[in-house]
């Protein structure tokens, strides 16, 4: 299922700048907080197309580098047999992931890894149960001020009852999968992208790449978690501190700095 295909420029990792056209695959597991691609994230949100399709989609642009990204590309059954038709096609492939599932022995130039830290969890309003929870209490709210209302009294805001969006952060939240990040940095040329919300990820930084162990430090990128151009100026001088201390490399967000997170663009 295909939510869009366009032409862009890499925004991010060690080919930040490089026009490349994009698939976007719908359909992800997570939930992640600061998701700046939701309207992804369900595979309702794709089209159905046909391998050959997308290969001539994206025949129409003369560029070589093409970036599968999402949704989750690497839960999507077709992903194997669409990058075999784009390297007999002599296109570079990136894989943009999270580094949820591993799938052996496909073609791919450079899986560009991003787990996701304990400042991904999605908020109240974000999860699943979340959503439902909060369809709920607006319901339940609902009742209670027709009642109110039927009943002649004033219809003052009450505060909403249960969990702040806080409350999912650091307890539902389990951690990346290190045996699947295991295998990909050992199969593929690979990139490790971690979201930086704050530089208290630091030290959860750290821990996941001693635990992933072998990891090529050179291939550690940190960037800025932004949601437009003004978050992402605001936040990336800390980022690039941060950079600095420990020696990763900056990652640029490009599609934001360029185009505030233009869909498409
Ligand atoms: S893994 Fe990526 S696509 Fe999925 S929810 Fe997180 S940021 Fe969005």
Redesign the pocket.
Known sequence: MINEIFYSLQGEGFLAGVPSVFIRVAG?P???RW????Y??EAQAGTEYDINEIVRAVGKWMCRHIVIT???PMVNDGLPQLARELKAAGKHITIET?GIAYIPDMPCDLMSISP?LSN?TPTTEDSPKGRERQKSEDRRQKSEDRRQNTEGRSLAPTPVVGAGPTDLRGKKFSGPDIAVLRELIANYDYQLKFVVDSVNDLPEIQETLDRIEDVDLEKVMLMPQAADRDELLAKSPVVAEMCKMVGFAFSQRLQILLWNNQRGK
């Not at 998701?35 to 939701?38: A, G, L, V």
Request: aromatic share 0%; glycine share 12%; net charge positive.
């Open positions: 992800c997570l939930r992640c998701c700046d691609t939701k992804a994230q999402g949704g989750e999270a996701k991904s």
